[in-house]
């Protein structure tokens, strides 16, 4: 009898335990029917086995989407999903929209979505703009989380959006951050991909224990570390200035920054306008007109992030470890991630298999880049430049790692013998120097500048 008690006392504690972790969600899907849903824009096959939804692959069809029948703003968003093998792509639509008229009248889906990505590529978690902007966080941004998803087998995911913030995880591990402002609300979709070979047919996605809460909602706490795509100009989120982030420019002054070889910035050449820090044209002519511009505080091991728009045909550059002792008469020197527009501007086509190209080191490392994470002149591109403690350097473009490799290393000196920077010596190795945005006489404006040092 005493045993019978303490049973049905575990049975009634549990139970009660499970009450208060439910409380305040919703399932979205209650594991029999497809009240709530509705399929739109494709012809995918969506059925339930064992109180999961299945999508299944066809060919000739768009991208297939199950979109609930309500939209959501602010939420948590809870689920598990499995992907049968490493070829199919997926993705769970978040404050997403349909419009009837794109793709010539047969409707498109587009908005924030998950990325479910099993393939060696391994962005699972990342944050797409389907149908929009492209990639607003490629999981290369935050490789610690690209393992967490694992193939074959139900993993557990999550989204929250509370305001401008988008956070992900994956089985648990913090995956994407990203601040934004281009959707309040919108609908929750699951997608089943289009295909593109006959052996793709039929391949399944399943989803199941669909939850949302939209109510009473509070942060969970996030892993530190983890790199923020922040599409607000100029401004930090609580989380990286709790991270140890920077802003270098604040959009209004020029604050923290002098002219290179100078006491204070230059008095023409640069200006600030609408967020923006531009330098002018001045046809071309390499620091003849206001001149490099330099921080005022010197780095060592860094995580360094700017936002830079091209005109067309332009050349400028941002460099690093820069120590001024130089008095060179040009360009101050240091590491430069190059900032070029490689289709116009005849320096692409210069140095050595095109290590004068965006994103590259320039004259050192060509960046490995695919076009589609190239935004042309006019548009914004973000650059990042990780330097370990371990000096360990990683070049970024677009959220995408372009290149890779060890300042002072036996390798990283055999491609200074060969580069036009032979003749300065330990070039690209003193311990510590300053950040530079380059005058390069056309006009190129730079935004959201920010620093975190590394310890």
Not at 274 to 293: C, H, P, R, Y
Request: aromatic share 12%; charged share 25%.
């Amino acid at each position: 009898m005493k045993k019978l008690s303490c049973a049905l006392l575990a049975l009634f504690s549990a139970t009660i335990v499970t009450a208060q972790s439910d409380k305040g969600w919703t399932n979205l899907f209650d594991g029999k029917t497809f009240n709530g849903w509705k399929k739109i824009t494709g012809t995918a096959e969506y059925k339930i086995e064992d109180g999961a939804i299945v999508g299944i692959t066809v060919p000739n069809s768009p991208n297939t989407f199950l979109v609930t029948e309500k939209d959501y703003g602010d939420f948590v968003l809870e689920l598990e999903v499995k992907i049968e093998d490493t070829t199919s792509n997926s993705g769970i639509q978040f404050r997403s929209h349909y419009d009837p008229k794109l793709n010539n009248g047969k409707g498109r889906v587009f908005g924030y979505q998950f990325e479910l990505d099993p393939s060696s590529r391994r962005w699972t978690g990342g944050v797409y703009d389907e149908a929009r902007r492209d990639w607003l966080y490629p999981l290369s941004l935050n490789p610690a989380a690209q393992d967490a998803f694992k193939p074959g087998e139900f993993n557990k995911v999550r989204v929250e959006c509370i305001g401008n913030n988008i956070r992900t995880w994956v089985n648990g591990k913090a995956a994407a951050y990203v601040v934004d402002t281009v959707d309040k609300s919108g609908f929750i979709a699951l997608q089943v991909h289009s295909i593109n070979k006959a052996e793709l047919e039929g391949k399944r996605i399943h989803w199941r224990n669909i939850r949302i809460k939209t109510g009473d909602l509070k942060p969970e706490p996030f892993a530190k570390g983890v790199y923020v795509a922040n599409y607000i100009p100029n401004s930090l989120a609580t989380y990286e200035k709790s991270d140890g982030w920077k802003l270098l420019f604040d959009g209004k002054t020029t604050n923290g920054w002098v002219g290179a070889y100078k006491t204070s910035f230059p008095a023409k050449g640069w200006e600030i306008k609408d967020g923006t820090l531009t330098v002018q044209s001045s046809a071309g002519a390499e620091s003849t007109n206001g001149g490099d511009i330099v921080t005022k505080e010197q780095y060592s091991a860094f995580d360094l992030s700017f936002d830079f728009k091209l005109t067309a045909g332009a050349n400028s550059g941002v460099k690093y470890f820069v120590t001024l002792s130089e008095k060179n008469s040009g360009s101050a020197i240091g590491l430069e991630y190059q900032v070029l527009d490689d289709t116009l501007h005849p320096d692409a086509k210069l140095g050595r298999d095109g290590n004068r190209t965006m994103a590259s080191l320039y004259d050192l490392i060509k960046a490995d880049k695919q076009k589609r994470f190239i935004h042309q002149p006019g548009q914004w591109n973000t650059g990042r430049v990780v330097v370990l403690p371990n000096n360990h350097v990683v070049h970024y473009l677009n959220g995408v790692k372009v290149l890779e490799y060890d300042r002072g290393s036996a390798a990283f000196r055999e491609l200074v013998a060969l580069s036009k920077y032979k003749v300065w010596k330990n070039f690209g190795e003193a311990p510590k120097g300053h950040i530079l945005i380059q005058d390069h006489g056309n006009e190129v404006s730079f935004r959201s500048i920010k620093i975190k040092e590394l310890k």
